[in-house]
């Protein structure tokens, strides 16, 4: 059976988050996003287990750093899948050119699971696009 996660956005520039659920009965899930940064080269993407949750931190490329971005995970038995998009546009004149935005993602799990991150694309580039697909067990 398929679970959906919760649906977070913020804006590039930000630290505080919106938070909209679709599913009351999917474990909590927390998404922050950092600052455009111009100077990265490539997506990554980083999973790790802390207690009682498992921790991605990454960066996805985004069109330009007026980007927001917005994540949310799906649950399928033991894999979870985390999915990170560009979010909205905050307008005005912004440079027209490649930005990487960092992420942190926590998702609350016990057990071992199988985690793959999803960095998707709007408009640009190919997409989806598996990062990373990492077995963790989480304490």
Do not use: W
């Not at 998009?85 to 004149?93: I, N, Q």
């Amino acid at each position: 059976m398929l679970k959906t996660g919760l649906l977070m956005k913020l804006s590039a520039s930000s630290l505080g988050f919106v938070l909209a659920c679709s599913n009351p009965t999917a474990p909590a899930f927390s998404i922050k996003f950092g600052t455009a940064d111009l100077t990265s080269q490539s997506e990554t993407a980083s999973v790790s287990a802390d207690v009682g949750e498992i921790v991605v931190t990454g960066k996805i490329t985004i069109p330009d750093p007026c980007y927001s971005g917005a994540g949310s995970f799906d649950e399928s038995g033991t894999t979870l899948t985390l999915h990170v998009t560009p979010g909205a546009h905050a307008g005005g004149g912004c440079a027209t050119v490649i930005a990487y935005l960092a992420y942190t993602a926590r998702i609350p799990a016990t057990g071992t699971h199988e985690v793959v991150v999803i960095h998707e694309s709007v408009g640009f580039g190919p997409s989806p696009r598996e990062i990373a697909r990492v077995q963790v067990t989480v304490p």
